[in-house]
């Protein structure tokens, strides 16, 4: 059962990122243009990841060919590599043409241009995510290594299978288990890419919440929200893939309650600053002004 959510909350994961890419484009808000710059955090962020999951694919490409899945591999890496050339072309095109625009936005009230743009979400997503990408970044790049400060961690570890596909070393489970540990690359690959994705999530938040500033020209909450509006249906997705296997994991020992709770708590935050609440417009009307007008 272990298996299926490490796969289930990885589709969801690798849904949420892909989406980010393509939704702000493809449902551009009013207050949003790409050649103002807005969507430059969004394309770059895109890059790095589709590179990232290159890489990993890369790593697993020999044993992707010896399961006949070689070609399917290979197709992936070239179709994002080729979207990452695009996203970096059009992000390098329209930070050139920002610094063209003579455009210019009133700041919110009591905002500086290296303000954060919501302390609020700075916080929550500091917290939650930043306990989910620790997880995540010692599941993909340590898979199998118990964190002992995490209560219950090697319950979590023995239930997702990272034990069978990854036995620590000098462990009981490495003297039972390491030899038929390379039969099961496959559930290793896909809990690396639970990882990866989770871990890609969780950057595109800290971009949005850390790096994104409110900016000379006040546009940091247009760039924000752009990450904002995916990560809060993205979120919601991966809560609703938890609380499926609530009962699952508790079976075995698990309890998944904290996750839900904080989970849910980061999705709300995020809903309500990417829909609702809104501290300034990028003119006086609220709509950006014509790509004739910059």
């Not at 489970?173 to 540990?181: I, K, R, T, W, Y």
Request: contains cysteine.
């Amino acid at each position: 059962m272990g298996g299926l959510f490490v796969r289930k909350v990885g589709g969801a994961a690798a849904l949420a990122f892909h989406t980010q890419k393509i939704a702000p484009l493809v449902f551009q808000p009013t207050n949003a243009h790409w050649s103002l710059g807005h969507f430059t955090p969004v394309l770059a962020m895109g890059a790095v990841g589709n590179v990232a999951v290159v890489a990993l694919y890369a790593l697993y490409l020999e044993d992707l060919k010896g399961a006949d899945a070689g070609e399917m591999g290979l197709l992936i890496c070239v179709l994002l590599l080729v979207e990452a050339l695009v996203m970096l072309g059009y992000a390098l095109t329209s930070r050139r043409l920002a610094k063209q625009s003579k455009v210019s936005r009133p700041l919110p009230e009591g905002k500086t241009p290296s303000s954060i743009v919501s302390k609020i979400v700075f916080r929550t997503v500091g917290i939650v995510s930043g306990f989910m990408g620790l997880i995540a970044a010692r599941d993909l790049l340590f898979p199998g290594h118990i964190i002992s400060i995490i209560p219950r961690d090697d319950i979590y570890l023995e239930w997702t299978g990272a034990l069978i596909h990854s036995p620590p070393s000098g462990s009981v489970e490495s003297d039972e288990q390491g030899l038929e540990a390379p039969l099961f690359i496959g559930d290793k690959f896909a809990s690396q890419l639970m990882a990866l994705y989770v871990l890609l999530t969780c950057a595109c938040k800290f971009v949005s919440a850390f790096l994104i500033r409110v900016g000379k020209d006040g546009s940091g909450e247009a760039k924000s929200k752009l990450f904002w509006r995916v990560q809060a249906v993205g979120d919601g997705l991966i809560t609703f893939m938890f609380r499926l296997f609530v009962g699952a994991a508790t079976s075995a020992s698990l309890d998944l309650r904290w996750h839900l709770m904080m989970l849910g708590y980061e999705t709300f935050i995020l809903f309500i600053y990417a829909f609702y609440y809104t501290t300034f417009f990028c003119s006086k009307s609220g709509v950006i002004p014509a790509p004739s007008e910059i």
